[in-house]
């Protein structure tokens, strides 16, 4: 399976992106699409996930109330919408799929800067 992001880019604080994750290969109803985060220097983080039907969504305190993740199955496509962008929220934003242990799958990542 293959899993590719776009979207990324530079904004100014309060603007907004949304970022898109492509796959193939997988069938990608029965996995969980996750996104991840990291800053230069950091640890990579969960930033938002959801489940295969779409029906669970969680995401780290730091985004919430302010990112959005979503999945269009048919389309097999899923989504970070990101508004309100902080400085904070600089680093390479990387797309999961996830099925059990054993079957995850990693894009090269996009990146997203924040500055005035």
């Not at 796959?23 to 950091?42: D, E, K």
């Not at 919430?64 to 979503?70: A, E, L, V």
């Amino acid at each position: 399976g293959q899993v590719v992001e776009s979207g990324g880019g530079s904004v100014q604080p309060g603007e907004s992106l949304r970022l898109s994750c492509a796959t193939s290969g997988i069938i990608f109803g029965t996995y969980s699409m996750n996104w991840y985060r990291q800053a230069p220097g950091g640890q990579r983080e969960l930033v938002a996930g959801i489940s295969a039907g779409g029906t669970r969504i969680n995401y780290a305190d730091s985004v919430k109330d302010r990112f959005t993740i979503s999945r269009d199955n048919v389309k097999q496509v899923a989504y970070l919408q990101m508004d309100s962008l902080k400085p904070d929220d600089t680093a390479v934003y990387y797309c999961n799929a996830a099925l059990g242990a054993n079957h995850n799958f990693w894009g090269p990542g996009t990146q997203v800067v924040v500055c005035p």
